[in-house]
């Protein structure tokens, strides 16, 4: 009996400890996050100012985002074959360099959009390196009823660089320039690498015996993993076209607000929409245990389109705000579920190439969401609800005519699509499959424990 008392003793300690550890880890994320924020504002700002064009801000953007996502899979290899707390020390200290290239081109007599261009896309190209571990690192310190509780608290680390960079970064800009704001988020990456060396304990560490790295098989196996289980390739679907409507708010919601009202308004509305993230990834890290992933993932999709396209509804920015912010409340619940349920059906070894890949197939909605977007607003929706035909005057009774309505309705229709995808998803079996399996591992492992 006492052996008993040890052993379960240890086993509830094991846990305890690695959350301990992974709460460390989040905490320096949450730094970087605001580091990572305070660049990303000012440099869009400065890009904009110093250009006069949306394009341009555009390709920046591009570059900023672009590189990560290609480089994934790669980084999800690696993560797999090597010390994956490595990884995201290399990943942190060389993303830094890219910031370097900024930070010169800035301070320069003449600076330079294609330096800058160049240097968040390194940066962005060395991020790809430490992501995938940083997933996969969840896996290592953590156990299966842990994994919703992290997911929330990783959202809300993310969340920092749409809540607090936002408003410190323009309260900076009003008493230093755009250079200050990339030295803070050049030091934030050594404050991260230092968390991540004071967790190096309990943090799997690769050796493969095989000395060689050959990207492309690993690749393959992946791949393997993902295909392996239909409900998963499925998941990958789903969260792509999820993906592609959200990009739409992005890209949709400024030129929206700006309509209605100025920069400072669209500051403020930014802040308190962003909170609604916040108040979700705080809702879900508080759930000790979830029945249905599955159902989780459907409502936060179904939540997120109604209120997106609300949004697209109504000319009132109080109204827009409320609606925003709603729909950031429903979105953790999104990534959370489809996470876990992609999590729990893949082999720890494979992680962080599954992950990668994953990364690599879903984020590229962005990428289409960015040009589907600019072509339809400006060539299609925007001179339509401009014009004076039966149907446009039709929908501007009911969500107003002139500049801006366009993108509205385009949001509307989004918002529509991303709704009816989360009511797709509660009746796929193929979702379904992938708890149902788990929870036939779950019975199984219990039986085995009482025999």
Same mark, same amino acid.
């Given at each position: 009996m006492n052996q008993q008392n040890k052993i379960q003793k240890l086993q509830t300690k094991r846990p305890e400890k690695g959350m301990k550890k992974f709460m460390i880890l989040v905490a320096g994320e949450f730094i970087s996050s605001i580091g990572s924020g305070l660049t990303d504002f000012g440099l869009a700002i400065y890009v904009l100012a110093m250009t006069g064009s949306v394009a341009a801000t555009g390709i920046f953007s591009i570059?900023?985002?672009?590189?990560?996502?290609?480089?994934?899979?790669?980084?999800?290899?690696?993560?797999? #074959?090597?010390?994956?707390?490595?990884?995201?020390?290399?990943?942190?200290?060389?993303?830094?360099?890219?910031?370097?290239?900024?930070?010169?081109? =800035?301070?320069?007599?003449?600076?330079?959009?294609? =330096?800058?261009?160049?240097?968040?896309?390194?940066?962005?190209?060395?991020?790809?390196?430490?992501?995938?571990?940083?997933?996969a690192t969840?896996?290592?310190?953590?156990?299966?009823?842990?994994?919703?509780?992290?997911?929330?608290?990783?959202?809300?680390?993310?969340?920092?660089?749409?809540?607090?960079s936002p408003a410190l970064a323009g309260l900076l800009l009003q008493v230093t320039g755009v250079s200050t704001l990339i030295i803070i988020d050049i030091l934030t990456f050594f404050t991260t690498v230092l968390v991540i060396v004071a967790v190096r304990k309990g943090m799997a560490i690769k050796h493969n015996g095989d000395a060689s790295l050959r990207i492309g098989r690993e690749l393959k196996e992946g791949i393997a993993a993902i295909r392996g289980e239909s409900g998963i390739m499925t998941m990958i679907v789903i969260m792509t076209i999820s993906?592609?409507?959200?990009?739409?708010? &992005?890209?949709?919601?400024?030129?929206? =607000?700006?309509?209605?009202?100025?920069?400072?308004?669209?500051?403020?509305?930014?802040?308190?929409?962003?909170?609604?993230?916040?108040?979700?990834?705080?809702?879900?890290?508080?759930?000790?245990?979830?029945?249905?992933?599955?159902?989780?993932?459907?409502?936060?999709?179904?939540?997120c389109g109604l209120f997106f396209a609300l949004i697209g509804?109504?000319?009132?920015?109080?109204?827009?705000?409320?609606?925003?912010?709603?729909?950031?409340?429903?979105?953790?619940?999104? &990534?959370?579920?489809?996470?876990?349920?992609?999590?729990?059906?893949?082999?720890?070894? =494979?992680?962080? #190439?599954?992950?990668?890949?994953?990364?690599?197939?879903?984020?590229?909605?962005?990428?289409?969401?960015?040009?589907?977007?600019?072509?339809?607003?400006?060539?299609?929706?925007?001179?339509?609800m401009k014009g004076n035909s039966l149907l446009a005057i039709k929908i501007g009774a009911v969500i107003g005519a002139g500049a801006g309505r366009g993108n509205a309705l385009l949001i509307v229709i989004t918002g529509v699509v991303l709704a009816g995808v989360g009511i797709v998803v509660s009746r796929l079996k193929s979702v379904k499959s992938l708890e149902e399996e788990n929870l036939y591992e779950a019975v199984a492992e219990s039986c085995s424990e009482g025999l």
């Open positions: 570059c900023a985002f672009l590189p990560s996502i290609l480089l994934a899979p790669v980084g999800g290899v690696l993560a797999d #074959r090597y010390d994956r707390r490595l990884m995201m020390i290399l990943g942190e200290l060389l993303s830094g360099l890219g910031l370097l290239i900024c930070l010169f081109s =800035v301070m320069s007599s003449s600076p330079s959009i294609v =330096v800058i261009c160049m240097g968040v896309g390194v940066s962005s190209i060395f991020t790809s390196l430490s992501e995938p571990a940083f997933k969840v896996t290592d310190l953590l156990s299966d009823e842990d994994f919703a509780r992290a997911g929330g608290m990783v959202q809300i680390a993310n969340s920092a660089k749409l809540i607090i993906v592609f409507c959200l990009g739409f708010v &992005q890209i949709l919601s400024k030129p929206l =607000v700006l309509a209605l009202a100025g920069e400072t308004e669209l500051g403020i509305l930014t802040t308190i929409i962003a909170l609604g993230m916040l108040v979700g990834s705080i809702v879900i890290s508080c759930l000790k245990h979830t029945k249905s992933y599955g159902q989780m993932l459907s409502i936060g999709l179904f939540g509804v109504s000319e009132n920015l109080f109204l827009i705000a409320a609606f925003g912010f709603m729909m950031f409340v429903f979105m953790p619940a999104v &990534q959370i579920g489809a996470e876990v349920l992609i999590r729990r059906n893949l082999a720890n070894e =494979v992680q962080g #190439r599954a992950f990668g890949l994953i990364g690599l197939i879903t984020q590229m909605g962005y990428i289409l969401a960015f040009i589907a977007s600019g072509i339809l607003s400006d060539y299609v929706f925007e001179p339509f």
